[in-house]
């Protein structure tokens, strides 16, 4: 059975770090790519970054770019999003995906994990 999990969110201050880590598995699991999205309350989910697993070229939205990175485990499928110089806007629910090998777009998803921006 393949699965997707996240880890690592949690309550921080604005202007602070936090870093966020995505585990895949199976037996058979192979993968295109991996990206992270969020979903703030009453908002539509979006997307935040991507890392292309042969290669490693990473993509991020354009809200992001210069304050969040991507980078992952030398074995397996482990993928982290490292978040720095966080903002309330920041606030949402942050879930990791994995596009399959062969799938036609992100076909595993995570549960989501927290994170909270406030003082």
């Known amino acids: 059975q393949v699965q997707v999990v996240e880890s690592g969110g949690g309550l921080v201050q604005p202007g602070g770090s936090l870093r966020l880590s995505c585990a895949a598995s199976?037996?058979?699991?192979?993968?295109?790519?991996m990206g992270w999205f969020r979903q703030a309350p009453g908002k539509d989910r979006e997307f935040v970054g991507s890392?292309?697993?042969?290669?490693?070229?990473?993509y991020y939205a354009d809200s992001v770019k210069g304050r969040f990175s991507i980078s992952r485990a030398r074995a397996g499928y482990t993928m982290y999003l490292q978040m720095n110089n966080l903002t309330p806007e920041d606030t949402a629910v942050y879930y990791c995906?994995?596009?399959?090998?062969?799938?036609?777009?992100?076909?595993?998803w995570g549960q989501g994990t927290q994170v909270t921006v406030s003082s």
């Open positions: 890392m292309r697993w042969s290669g490693g070229t990473t």
């Open positions: 995906a994995a596009h399959r090998t062969g799938a036609s777009g992100y076909d595993v």
């Open positions: 199976g037996r058979t699991f192979s993968a295109y790519a």
